[in-house]
Every structure is written in structure tokens, then in C-alpha cells.
């Protein structure tokens, strides 16, 4: 059975880089046909997809957050990482990392496994 | 940038009731529609993807159609574990999602 699991600080100063890293398990990252994702969903408000990274390094971006985000992924490992540089309190949220179905040239696809979440504060 | 409008944004139903939550795409995205559950403090479970694709293990009660911009999340037969907030998401072009609609009991 898939599993993933979010890590990271819970807490993060406003101006600061926002840092977490997403462990899966029960499978390869490197299998071809997923992308590997995040999204976050602010206390009480809906979900927000940040990006997703290929095993290869490909990655697409919400073009609203392109400018302080990169994913990377750690094959050896079987790992990836978010980095949200220039965070703000609007930046508050669970953050989700997820297996995200798509084609390799799609620029969107859909999460069918989940990590638990993790709530980052920036204050 | 696709935006998603789902509505309701609450709906108030029973236990047996049948339900019906729409989703509108503010531009064509063909059949690229993904629909999620989510209770609370839990990550979404994926319900429904291409439209009207079941996700295997999701009971049968769920449905979704649609295509375009207009789709379609149905529940039959409400059950006591389905009272939850449901997500449209279209996966197009990047990815958006909708605001989510509660469904509470009534």
C-alpha cells in the first residue's frame, strides 16, 4: 500500500523559506506515469494545488506561485521537497503532498494517494 | 487561469436522500474533472476522475457526469459516512479547484 508523509518545521518566520520534504513508501517514485505534488488548504478554506515534480525533474508550477516555489525530487531517497521562499501569514496551511496522475506533457493531473497533511504557521 | 464555481456551498440533506453538487469551469476542459471527499482533518480522497470515472473502492452511490464547462457530482442514497465537504477539481490546464460545497445532515 502507497504511503506518503509530509515532514518539515511547523513553524516558519514571515520572510523566511518554507521547507518540506515528502517520504513515500510502498512504491518506487521513479515509476513512470506520476507526477508527485502539493497542495495546501489554508485553516477553514479550500485546497490550493503548489506544483508537481517528475522522477526526471520535470516539473509544472501554479503560474500564481511560480515565482517563489521549486520541487525537487530525490530519487535515492524516494523523495521530493518543497521550497516556498518569501513566505507571508497568508502562506499559513496544511500542506498535502500526493501522487499526482497525469501524462508526462500534461500540465494538470489528479491526486489519487495522500499524505496526511502538516500545518505550517508562518508567524 | 480556469476558475472552478461549485455550488451549494452547504447542503443541508438525509440519511437516504439523493444528492446533486455542480461545478462550472469558466472555460472548456473537456472531461478533465476530478471530484474529492474530505472530512475533517483529513487529507481529500479521490472519488471520481475524468468526469465520471469511479475511483476503485468508491461505492457505487457515487456518480459524476458532465463535460464542457457544466458537471455534475451525484450521491444516492445518502449514508450516515458521506455527510463531509466534496472538491471539484479540473486538471486541463495546471490544476484548480473549487471552493467546495459541506454537505451536513439535516
Known amino acids: 500500500q502507497l504511503q506518503l508523509q509530509e515532514s518539515g518545521p511547523g513553524l516558519v518566520k514571515p520572510s523566511e523559506t518554507l521547507s518540506l520534504t515528502c517520504t513515500v513508501s510502498?512504491?518506487?517514485?521513479?515509476?513512470?506515469?506520476?507526477?508527485w505534488g502539493w497542495v495546501r488548504q489554508p485553516p477553514g478554506k479550500g485546497l490550493e494545488w503548489i506544483g508537481s515534480i517528475y522522477y526526471s525533474g520535470n516539473t509544472y508550477y501554479n503560474p500564481s506561485l511560480k515565482s517563489r516555489v521549486s520541487i525537487s525530487v530525490d530519487t535515492s531517497k524516494n523523495q521530493f521537497s518543497l521550497k516556498l521562499n518569501s513566505v507571508t501569514a497568508a502562506d499559513t496551511a496544511v500542506y498535502f503532498c500526493?501522487?499526482?496522475?497525469?501524462?508526462?506533457?500534461?500540465?494538470?493531473?489528479?491526486?489519487?494517494?495522500w499524505g496526511q497533511g502538516t500545518l505550517v504557521s508562518v508567524s | 487561469d480556469i476558475q472552478m464555481t461549485q455550488s451549494p456551498s452547504t447542503l443541508s440533506a438525509s440519511v437516504g436522500d439523493s444528492v446533486t453538487i455542480t461545478c462550472r469551469a469558466s472555460?472548456?476542459?473537456?472531461?478533465?474533472l476530478a471530484w474529492y471527499q474530505q472530512k475533517p482533518g483529513k487529507a481529500p480522497k479521490l472519488l471520481i476522475y475524468?468526469?465520471?470515472s469511479l475511483e476503485s473502492g468508491v461505492p457505487s452511490r457515487f456518480s459524476g457526469s458532465g463535460s464542457g464547462t457544466e458537471f455534475t457530482l451525484t450521491i444516492s442514497s445518502l449514508q450516515p459516512d458521506d455527510f463531509a465537504t466534496y472538491y471539484c477539481q479540473q486538471y486541463h490546464s495546471y490544476s484548480t479547484f473549487g471552493q467546495g460545497t459541506k454537505l451536513d445532515i439535516k
Open positions: 500526493a501522487r499526482d496522475l497525469r501524462s508526462y506533457l500534461d500540465t494538470g493531473g489528479y491526486a489519487d494517494y
Open positions: 472555460q472548456s476542459i473537456s472531461r478533465w
Open positions: 510502498g512504491g518506487s517514485i521513479s515509476s513512470s506515469s506520476y507526477y
Open positions: 475524468k468526469a465520471s
